[in-house]
Each structure stands twice: as C-alpha cells, then as structure tokens.
C-alpha cells in the first residue's frame, strides 16, 4: 500500500486547486502547462517510488548480501498470505492505471495516449518490483506479476467498455491485532488479516430505469475477500475471509470538478466504512456497523 499512499499525495496536490469550485478549463495548471504536469510528475513518481522501494525492500541485499537472480512460487490463494497479497499486487495496478488515466485525460492528452501511459506505467512499476526482488532475498515471482497484469487489464477493460464501472475494484484496512507496525519489514503493507479487497457493485446503475428510483444512487454493494491469521506474529489457523457489506459510492456523492476529479475518483477506489457482515470458513458470521477487516 506504499504505492497507494505516494499516488495519494501526488493527486492531492493537483486537487488543491480546484476543490472549492468548478474552474473553467484551460491548458494552464498553477501557471504550467496541464501536459508538462502530467507528463513530469508521472516521471518524478515513478523515480521516487523505485527509490523508496529500494530503501524500504532492497537497501540491505543490495549492499550486505549477494543473491544470484532466483524464481520463486507460491501457492496463490494458499500461500503465507492466502492470497492477501495477490489481490494487493492487482489492486496496485488497478489503482495506479486509473490514476495515470485520468491525469493523462486530466492533461488533454488523446484517448491512446492515455490509454497506453496508464498501462506503461503500472507494467513498468510491476517488472521492476519484480526484478529487484529477484535479486534480493524475495525472489523473482511470476504469480505476482500475473495478478499485477489482471489489474491492468480489468481496468483497461473499464475504459474500452463503460459498462464495466459499474464493477469497481476497492480496499479497506484496519490494523489487525498482531500486525502492522510489529512487522520489521513492512509494517501496515503486509498487515494481510487488516485488508479486504472488494467488487463493489453500482446497483443504482444496473437497475432498470423504472425501478432506479427504489435504490440510492449513493449505495452500492460489495463483496469481499480476506484472511485471517496471515499477518506477521499471528498465531492460528489460516483461514480465508469473506464479507457483504453496503459501500458508499462517493463519486455520486461528492461534488463535481475538473481538477477536482482525480481526486474524486482516487477516493472511490477506497471502501469506506459501512455496515456489513463477514465470515471464515466454519465459523458464524460476525455483524458490524461499519465493517472495515
């Protein structure tokens, strides 16, 4: 999720301008070309996540140890995580094609452009994640980069066919009991029993027209997945989790705007709190208020 939180901080700053009001459109951005914004930040983005991934993952092989290129898998949704961090690496794609998307088209570039930046980006990230792992003590893993490309394509896919919207891939964390920052490595990011990935389904939209009326715009419904006991010092019996919960559809609820609208959509991309239920394998299910992990 250290990916997640940089993009945030880049499209915050671009929101800054404009979340009191509509502004008219120009080319202009805080006396900059909109092409010049998009077109450096994404690179200085892409520089500064490659550098702190370095420090965060990669520092202590690189300059204490010496691996050879190694290959590694797992057992995907059986693996240390039960596939936790499978849908963590294609929601990173997701979210970052999306974001290069929209700034792209936020910048006025055509409609290829941005298409093919918003892969670009993302795949490029996901190799060199790869590859540097390769060469440290986490080891090269084609089911990661698998998952990384079913992100992309599935938002991809969300361009070329609108209806595909109404099918929005989120995420929701709350630091499990044993996780978070215990982890010497990674902290809240591979806190694996706080996450839940979510398919968030736009009821409102794919009514029929007469009874849209019956069903709030702003609510939508989703469906999870989790585990629990996968987190670093968890003790346990690894079992997957699953939720229903409702889910805020933001983007019917918060005001209009152009630079505004990365920002916008950056935010539907989280599950926010909302009533739901969850459960494991051969348990009862557990009711809450506002369901998060």
């Known amino acids: 999720m250290k990916t997640f939180i940089l993009f ?44 702190l991934e370095f420090q965060w993952w990669w520092k202590d092989d690189y300059y204490y140890k010496q691996h050879e290129f190694r290959i590694w898998g797992d057992g995907y949704f059986y693996n240390h995580s039960y596939g936790v961090d499978k849908l963590g690496h294609m929601y990173a794609s997701y979210l970052i094609f999306h974001l290069t998307y929209d700034v792209m088209k936020w910048a006025d570039f055509d409609e290829e452009s941005a298409l093919w930046s918003a892969i670009a980006v993302p795949a490029t990230h996901a190799i060199a994640i790869e590859l540097g792992d390769g060469f440290s003590k986490w080891a090269f893993n084609f089911s990661d980069l698998l ?21 929005n891939y989120k995420w929701s964390y709350y630091p499990s009991a044993s996780g978070g920052k215990k982890d010497p490595d990674w902290g809240p990011a591979s806190d694996y029993s706080g996450h839940i990935y979510w398919l968030s389904v736009d009821v409102h939209n794919i009514l029929p027209e007469p009874t849209q009326k019956y069903w709030p715009k702003y609510l939508n419904v989703a469906f999870g997945l989790g585990a629990k006991n996968v987190s670093y010092q968890d003790v346990g019996l690894k079992k997957h989790k699953f939720a229903i919960a409702l889910d805020w559809n933001t983007n019917a609820i918060l005001p209009d705007g152009d630079t505004w609208g990365i920002f916008k959509n950056l935010i539907n991309k989280i599950h926010l709190p909302a009533p739901g239920v969850k459960f494991y394998q051969r348990e009862k299910p557990i009711a809450k208020a506002l369901l998060l992990n």
Do not use: C
Not at 150 to 155: F, R
């Open 8 to 51: 945030a901080v880049t499209i915050i700053t671009f929101a800054q301008h404009s979340v009191a009001q509509q502004m008219e459109r120009d080319s202009m951005f805080l006396y900059l070309h909109r092409k010049d914004v998009a077109t450096y930040g994404t690179i200085a983005w892409s520089l500064a996540a490659v550098s």
């Open 147 to 167: 998952f990384n490309s079913s992100g992309m394509a599935y938002a991809a896919l969300q361009v070329k066919y609108p209806f595909l919207n109404n099918f």
